[in-house]
């Protein structure tokens, strides 16, 4: 049996105001192991959870109804992980998956990135004056057209930019004399103008460690980047307000701003569009991709907004008032309760004859969970996949016997990473995580033979998957401490495994599930920066051998950014074992760890500070208990001399 993490009462009430300590404790009896508690997130002050329950529909972070999923997912985990697999089952659950050179100097290396870094055109992000075409007055205005039209078929979009910003007050007047095709490039062009800059900067940013200077040169470009957004936005303003704009414009504009999380921009232009829609039904039409817009602001479920036991799961610029919708917000049109939505888009999608889309039935499947309508969720699984939930029987879950794939499934609704991911969401939301993680594995297994499921393009879910496992367990550990701290609750179940590190196990059976489904050359650094804080130490110093094979794989050290910063996740998570050993009194054999698996002689040093002031104060505290044995001693003796 794994021995597990556990800790005493007593060291409850130091853990409230010392969290970032590593406790040491032993529960009564001999049989338990000596070991300490990790890392434990609050999220929630106790006071408030009443509040956080209901504002943010969280009533699953109970500990019972964690208690409950752990047991299914133990199960469910044990039959899958242990049964014996025929070659062709296995085969089908293991899944596998002349520029100008840049003018600004990057650090010399023979590296493949800083050669791809080094072959970025720079000059397209520069903001210079234009200067081939002179900027037009309002008398000439065929001059202007003239120049316009010129630019629109030449392939330098910047000098395209350029002129319509040194001529915004005339674009106005455009309408009677560009036709709709050319209005359309123009938006199509700039756009694609924005893009390319922001996927620069992102890709500059993201590897800036490769820059000499390189805060001053990120700050300028996105100073840059920021400058030509605000002056597109002035362009696409005032064509909109030459009233000449098409559907296909609409589209583009509300994807535009849709991805650049400008979510009170984006509907307030679907608003528009639909008011053209209304007034000339022939002409308009909100397509499925509008649609799934629409509904994802309106409905909420937005990924990036959405949150998990009170944290958003993705860190978006909060204090911007440009992606928040007001909850006092009244779409113009229509009521925007979720019913409403779903009524809406289905008496129009008939109307339209618009084609089913996986987009909209991700946001149906994560509103129907935000709502708390599982047995609606329950069924559309069902009826879309023929995945049954089986309430009644004990929270069975499995495929149908007589439900034929290549018949019944639409194959335009073929679940892809995004069904994973809402259908994770919506039930997590509602306290339902084994079920989630038992509806998507037989998914990947029946639906993987199109190759939408393989381990790069799902890699997303598996992360959100090991994240959410973490956060419940963060969240209902935060609770059964208060429990624990106001009653007699006991701490350890009947095998002696303390209950306050049954999330460390849940974590351990998710990992394990996830291994099993992903190759593992492919586990990304992210997910062992997740195993490192949520991992058993028992699991955790049982992988540390594999962990280092991976980390110091050629395959996986390409480039050498990579090795840099899987060097460092590799010391953190030696680091992490340390600080278990330390803690069990095992410094020794923390110090072997050392120098077996860290070659920076700089790191190894650090870590050894760090053991070598933890064995101090271990020795300090083994002297303090000591002098109070022996006070506790000599009390008794005296009492009995008495």
């Given at each position: ?266 509907i307030d232009l679907i608003a528009i569009y ?346 300090r505290e083994r002297v303090k208990s000591e ?16």
């Amino acid at each position: 049996m794994n021995t597990y993490r556990s800790i005493s009462l007593v060291g409850f009430k130091s853990l409230l105001l010392q969290t970032s300590i590593y406790l040491q404790a032993m529960l009564k009896g001999t049989s338990f192991a000596y070991t300490s508690v990790r890392r434990i997130s609050f999220f929630v002050p106790s006071t408030r959870l009443n509040e956080f329950k209901k504002r943010q529909l969280q009533n699953n972070a109970s500990f019972e109804n964690f208690e409950k999923n752990f047991i299914e997912l133990d199960q469910y985990a044990n039959n899958l992980l242990n049964k014996k697999e025929s070659s062709s089952n296995d085969s089908s659950v293991v899944l596998n998956g002349g520029p100008k050179i840049a003018d600004f100097k990057f650090n010399n290396n023979s590296d493949v990135l800083a050669k791809s870094l080094d072959s970025i055109n720079i000059d397209f992000l520069k903001n210079d004056p234009f200067t081939l075409i002179e900027s037009t007055n309002s008398s000439n205005i065929n001059k202007l057209i003239k120049n316009i039209k010129y630019l629109i078929c030449t392939s330098d979009i910047r000098d395209l930019y350029n002129y319509l910003k040194l001529n915004i007050s005339q674009i106005s007047k455009l309408n009677q004399n560009l036709s709709t095709l050319e209005i359309s490039i123009i938006i199509k062009k700039l756009i694609i103008y924005n893009n390319s800059i922001s996927h620069r900067v992102k890709f500059l940013t993201k590897n800036k460690n490769y820059l000499e200077n390189n805060s001053d040169y990120i700050k300028k470009l996105n100073i840059i980047y920021r400058s030509v957004y605000i002056t597109t936005k002035s362009i696409f303003n005032s064509l909109m307000n030459s009233n000449i704009l098409t559907h296909y414009d609409y589209t583009n504009l509300i994807t535009f701003y849709y991805g650049r999380n400008q979510i009170k921009k984006t509907i307030d232009l679907i608003a528009i569009y639909e008011k053209k829609c209304l007034d000339n039904p022939i002409k308009y039409h909100l397509t499925n991709q509008i649609w799934a817009i629409k509904m994802d602001i309106l409905s909420q479920t937005n990924i990036n907004f959405w949150k998990l036991y009170g944290q958003t799961i993705f860190k978006i610029n909060s204090n911007s008032n440009s992606i928040k919708l007001s909850h006092k917000y009244l779409y113009p049109h229509h009521g925007h309760n979720f019913q409403t939505l779903i009524k809406r888009y289905e008496s129009e999608q008939q109307l339209n004859q618009l084609p089913e889309n996986i987009s909209i039935l991700s946001i149906i499947i994560k509103g129907l969970g935000k709502h708390g309508d599982i047995k609606s969720l329950d069924k559309i699984i069902e009826n879309n996949w023929g995945i049954k939930i089986d309430r009644e029987n004990n929270n069975e879950i499995y495929l149908l016997k007589h439900f034929n794939i290549n018949k019944k499934v639409n194959q335009l609704l073929w679940p892809d990473e995004d069904i994973l991911i809402s259908i994770l969401l919506a039930y997590t939301k509602n306290g339902y995580l084994s079920n989630a993680i038992e509806i998507n594995n037989l998914l990947i297994n029946n639906y993987s033979n199109y190759h939408l499921f393989n381990t790069n393009n799902i890699n997303k879910y598996w992360k959100l998957l090991l994240y959410s496992t973490g956060k419940y367990g963060d969240a209902v550990n935060k609770q059964l401490i208060d429990e624990i701290n106001g009653s007699n609750i006991p701490i350890s179940d009947k095998l002696g495994n303390s209950l306050i590190e049954i999330k460390y196990r849940f974590f351990d059976i998710v990992w394990k599930l996830c291994e099993k489904y992903i190759d593992n050359d492919i586990i990304s650094r992210d997910l062992i920066e997740l195993k490192i804080k949520y991992s058993s130490s028992h699991e955790l110093l049982n992988n540390l051998p594999k962990v280092y094979q991976k980390i110091n794989n050629l395959s996986y050290n390409k480039m050498i950014l990579n090795m840099k910063f899987n060097q460092m996740t590799l010391q953190k998570y030696v680091r992490e074992c340390c600080l278990e050993l330390a803690n069990r009194g095992k410094f020794l054999d923390a110090n072997q760890l050392i120098e077996k698996y860290i070659k920076s002689k700089e790191s190894m040093s650090e870590l050894k500070v760090m053991l070598t002031e933890m064995q101090e104060a271990y020795a300090r505290e083994r002297v303090k208990s000591e002098e109070r044995k022996r006070k506790s001693i000599d009390d008794d003796d005296d009492f009995e001399l008495w």
